[in-house]
């Protein structure tokens, strides 16, 4: 086994972990991490764990060594092969084991790769993994004979996956699996759904010929929007790379943002669970929670990053949460975990049952916003200038300006809000606005700018 192993830099992470394949990560790294997650599962009394991996060219290599340091640690490895992320999930909690590895560069591009690790029922993140990156710096490592096999879960997952569609009037659906992983379970899934379903690039090519794997980026949802409107689907459903987050379009072509889908799931939730916590990320739309609230749920605004919504999830009994990005978190009938298959079917039904997506859309009041817009900014300054932020905007909290500091900044005004939040895992900040109307977005652009100015930061392009 690996001894003295280090890690690139760059390479841990806050929420996985991640780099670029022949620079950053390789297989010595993946039987590293086996080394050391197999470590803190196996101290953490388990014995039993599972891994797979998502279609990018260098994904069965990274397994095969991260297979090597997992057993190395004496445990009993579940190998599930190719797959989308939520299928290594359900295997563990289907099959009740103690940890998971699934190895996946997500939406990134081709010569990217990476880890998402669950212990328990939760996910791996923060601590826990640099506390990875110290056992195997330190040679820290628990040893045992350990053990490995091959099991094929996909029809089981796909069965559970289909259990709960719940539509009465059959659709048509445009499924867009982007080349990514959900590719090989799209097939049969939809095979078992009734109504008519056309796949676009369902097969699995970690080259991504056809578009990029993010559905959250509208020129990745072109191609979509066209079949929509060919084949005259209720819906569009695109997936990003490892299938854990979802993008939706309406029957008129219009895309459905991850907030909009999220209010729509909640209207439907809060029905079977009256009065309930939905956790969306504070990047979201004040409609959603103003809707989650018009419906009788408990709106509760969380950080940005789906290993703490989900954490945030847990820890309040929420059955259902969600982000921007389109990761979206059933505990109503599933188990937690951000499952864009599952999401799809969940959108599938309701639409059918409901009449029409863009119907289900038109409750929310309209609104003028920004994207989400994402600038450099110097690495040092990042938390620095977002505290300053913080302290000016409390300082006029109360005169008709509610702040929330979660995560970054948000403020509330007559006119809407506006966000400025520092990413965890890149030297950007965030800045979004959202306003009842165009002259309402321009000034709630004005004090991001303003802010910014006062903190030496220029402002981004847009605003
Ligand atoms: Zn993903």
Request: glycine share 12%.
């Amino acid at each position: 086994m690996t001894a003295n192993h280090r890690f690139h830099p760059t390479v841990l992470r806050e929420y996985d972990i991640r780099g670029v394949i022949g620079k950053t990560l390789g297989p010595d790294d993946a039987r590293a991490i086996g080394q050391g997650f197999g470590t803190l599962v196996v101290r953490a009394g388990g014995t039993r764990v599972a891994i797979g991996y998502d279609g990018r060219l260098s994904s069965p290599e990274l397994e095969q060594a991260c297979v090597e340091g997992l057993m190395s640690t004496g445990l009993e490895v579940i190998r599930i092969g190719l797959g989308p992320t939520p299928m290594l999930y359900f295997t563990v909690r289907h099959l009740e084991l103690d940890a998971g590895v699934m190895i996946t560069g997500s939406h990134n591009p081709p010569d990217y790769n990476g880890f998402k690790m669950m212990l328990g029922k939760g996910p791996v993140y923060g601590e826990q993994i640099q506390e990875i990156g110290r056992l195997v710096h330190g040679n820290d490592l628990a040893t045992g004979a350990g053990s490995s096999r091959q099991l094929d879960v996909s029809e089981d997952y796909i069965n559970r996956l289909a259990a709960d569609y719940d539509g009465t009037r059959d659709l048509t659906i445009v499924w867009d699996a982007g080349n990514g992983a959900v590719g090989h379970v799209l097939r049969r899934l939809t095979d078992k759904l009734p109504g008519k379903h056309i796949l676009l690039f369902e097969e699995v090519d970690g080259n991504f010929p056809n578009h990029h794997p993010d559905p959250t980026v509208p020129e990745n949802l072109e191609d979509l929007i066209h079949a929509v409107h060919t084949h005259k689907a209720d819906i569009g459903i695109g997936f990003d790379g490892d299938g854990d987050r979802i993008g939706a379009v309406d029957e008129h072509g219009d895309i459905i943002w991850g907030d909009q889908l999220l209010a729509i799931y909640a209207a439907d939730v809060l029905k079977s669970h009256p009065g309930a916590t939905i956790i969306a990320d504070v990047k979201s739309s004040q409609t959603l929670y103003d809707d989650i609230a018009r419906n009788g749920g408990k709106p509760l605004m969380w950080k940005t990053g789906h290993s703490l919504l989900k954490a945030k999830m847990a820890e309040t009994g929420s059955p259902l949460a969600g982000e921007m990005s389109g990761h979206i978190f059933f505990a109503d009938k599933y188990y937690g975990f951000d499952d864009a298959p599952y999401c799809g079917v969940r959108l599938a039904g309701l639409v059918s049952r409901e009449g029409s997506l863009a119907k289900l859309k038109s409750v929310l009041p309209p609104v003028f916003n920004t994207p989400e817009v994402r600038f450099q900014v110097d690495e040092e300054r990042k938390f620095k200038a977002v505290e300053e932020i913080v302290a000016r905007a409390k300082a006029l909290a109360g005169k008709g300006v509610e702040v929330n500091d979660i995560d970054g900044v948000r403020v509330k005004t007559e006119d809407g809000w506006w966000l400025l939040r520092a990413s965890n895992t890149q030297d950007v900040l965030v800045a979004r606005a959202e306003a009842f109307s165009e002259a309402g977005l321009e000034r709630l652009k004005g004090s991001i700018r303003d802010q910014l100015s006062q903190s030496g930061i220029e402002a981004p392009e847009g605003f």
